[in-house]
């Protein structure tokens, strides 16, 4: 069993299953008075609680060595099938399903508009927007995007997807008329660590005024945490309603985006050491001009006092 145990640590392996339902075997393991292991629930369903194998009586006896060598070996991606080659401690397969690029995906714009039930592949998703959202595409980087019909009196919601270098990110645009808030968000469609190596900046020119600017520079963050979270956390371009004001002509707002991969280095840095300070990769944010500052160490804060302030900070930078 030793051996056998050493084995599972080096590469993917079939987890033992539950002989009765014969799902893999996740902690607790119960066992019986002989010894064979079961998992909970199928333990919790037996009445009587007698083993199915042996007919002796389960016990509350758990198998730790089991669940041990459960939580540390590695295993494939339930993706695998469809092309995942990832392999994890069975611990992280959980969070490593919501940001896996081979897992079924919606629409984005589903969430938003709430017209749009499309669910598909990550290699799907551009053709889909080809076909159904094509003007929530066709932006790129260093090309003016422009917002039409602002009025600043009702909210609106904004969302491109935007494909670079065989990676596809997401550009959230909020304006929140109870906040008075205007949000601007780029999240890579992928894994945390991939978003990690991307900046993004956000360069709102005004049209009142084209000496007015504002730039926005901040890491990505990955589409397995809400935008809208993101917004809450302030940890995104923000701007105020009263300063967007003076960027807004004939109702319309103009900027653009850029998205960058962070140099080598900086990529190291960032892989190896999860808690490496992120924030010092962000460079260059360097507002020139009147126009109310945004620089990323402003971006801590949204001034507004968040409602029941949770505890989720950490989860969404770790
Ligand atoms: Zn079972
Ligand atoms: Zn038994
Ligand atoms: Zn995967
Ligand atoms: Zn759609």
């Not at 935007?162 to 999240?187: G, H, R, S």
Request: hydrophobic share 35%; net charge positive; proline share 7%.
């Amino acid at each position: 069993m030793a051996a056998k145990a050493n084995k599972k640590m080096t590469g993917a392996v079939d987890l033992p299953e539950c002989p009765v339902c014969l799902e893999t075997m996740s902690a607790p393991i119960f066992q019986c008075q002989s010894g064979h292991s079961l998992c909970n629930q199928c333990t919790s369903n037996l009445v009587p609680p007698m083993c199915p194998i042996c007919r002796q009586h389960m016990t509350q006896m758990r198998n730790w060595q089991l669940e041990d060598i459960i939580a540390k070996a590695k295993v494939a991606c339930p993706n695998k099938s469809v092309g995942c080659v990832y392999t994890m401690p069975s611990t992280d397969v959980n969070d490593h399903l919501k940001e896996c690029i081979f897992r079924d995906m919606e629409c984005p714009l589903g969430s938003v508009s709430g017209k749009c039930s499309w669910s598909g592949k990550l290699k799907d998703i551009m053709d889909h927007f080809q076909e159904r959202h094509q003007k929530n595409c066709n932006v790129s980087s260093d090309t003016p995007v422009n917002l039409d019909n602002i009025e600043l009196k009702e909210d609106e919601r904004f969302l491109y997807l935007v494909a670079q270098q065989k990676m596809l990110f997401i550009i959230t645009v909020k304006l929140d008329t109870l906040q008075k808030m205007a949000f601007w968000i780029v999240q890579h469609i992928g894994s945390k660590s991939v978003a990690r190596q991307h900046i993004y900046e956000i360069h709102l020119t005004s049209n009142l005024d084209e000496r007015r600017k504002l730039v926005f520079c901040d890491h990505c963050f990955n589409d397995a945490i809400k935008a809208d979270e993101v917004f809450r956390q302030g940890k995104c371009a923000v701007v105020p309603f009263e300063a967007l004001k003076h960027f807004i002509k004939d109702k319309k707002i103009t900027f653009k985006f850029f998205i960058k991969r962070l140099p080598v280095a900086n990529k190291k840095k960032v892989d190896n050491g999860k808690d490496a300070k992120p924030n010092d990769n962000k460079q260059n944010p360097a507002p020139k001009g009147p126009g109310p500052k945004k620089g990323p160490k402003d971006a801590t804060g949204p001034p507004k006092p968040g409602p029941g302030g949770k505890p989720k900070q950490n989860k969404a930078n770790a």
